[in-house]
């Protein structure tokens, strides 16, 4: 009998590191890991997202036509990880208030507008279940542009000018653009 339980235990324990090394070495290559870092005014801010690749699919559009990332579901924002977003001060976020800190940031792709939200749950591997909505924090939404090339890899990056300094989500053809002013 114990030889069963011992022989059940290792089988489990090989499986639970084949599945991280297989996550560490795999999955992670295909959708790299990605620390985008800005200041400016004393605002720090960074994003830590996977991002991944077109690689000829459909990235955007209807369930039907199977869209990678159908219109209307939740979306965390990348690859394998949920994304996180950083801010060192409080910050109006596409106009709405919010307090410095950590939080987890996913996306409702649409159309015409992407609704970005911020939620307090942190440090989640492989996202694919949709976050607790209870620990949202803030949603807006946020206007769609056509992105001026095609973009093969998932990028979020910060831009500043001199109304705002703004996180740009480009993946495909779609651009997104969120003002970030400090309170």
Same mark, same amino acid.
């Given at each position: ?75 965390? =924002?990348?690859?394998?990880? #949920?994304?996180?977003? *950083?801010?060192? +001060? ?5 106009? &709405?208030? /919010? ?54 890899? =998932?990028?979020?990056?910060? #831009?500043?000018?001199? *109304?705002?300094? +703004? ?5 495909? &053809?779609? /651009? ?8």
């Amino acid at each position: 009998m114990k030889k069963k339980i011992l022989i059940g235990v290792s089988i489990l324990g090989i499986l639970i590191i084949a599945f991280v090394l297989y996550g560490a070495l795999v999955v992670a290559k295909k959708s790299p890991i990605k620390t985008t870092s800005f200041s400016n005014g004393g605002l720090d801010l960074k994003v830590v997202y996977c991002q991944p690749f077109k690689k000829g699919r459909l990235i955007f559009g209807e369930e039907k036509d199977k869209a990678l990332q159908p219109y209307g579901k939740y979306w965390r =924002l990348g690859a394998n990880a #949920a994304t996180e977003i *950083t801010f060192s +001060k409080n910050v109006n976020f596409a106009g &709405k208030p /919010l307090n410095a800190g950590t939080y987890r940031m996913y996306a409702v792709p649409n159309p015409t507008s992407w609704q970005i939200s911020l939620n307090s749950e942190l440090g989640v591997y492989f996202a694919v279940r949709e976050p607790d909505y209870k620990l949202d924090v803030l949603k807006v939404d946020v206007p769609v542009e056509t992105s001026p090339n095609d973009v093969e890899q =998932l990028s979020i990056d910060f #831009a500043s000018d001199s *109304t705002a300094t +703004k996180m740009n989500i480009a993946w495909d &053809k779609a /651009l997104v653009k969120v003002p970030i002013t400090v309170q």
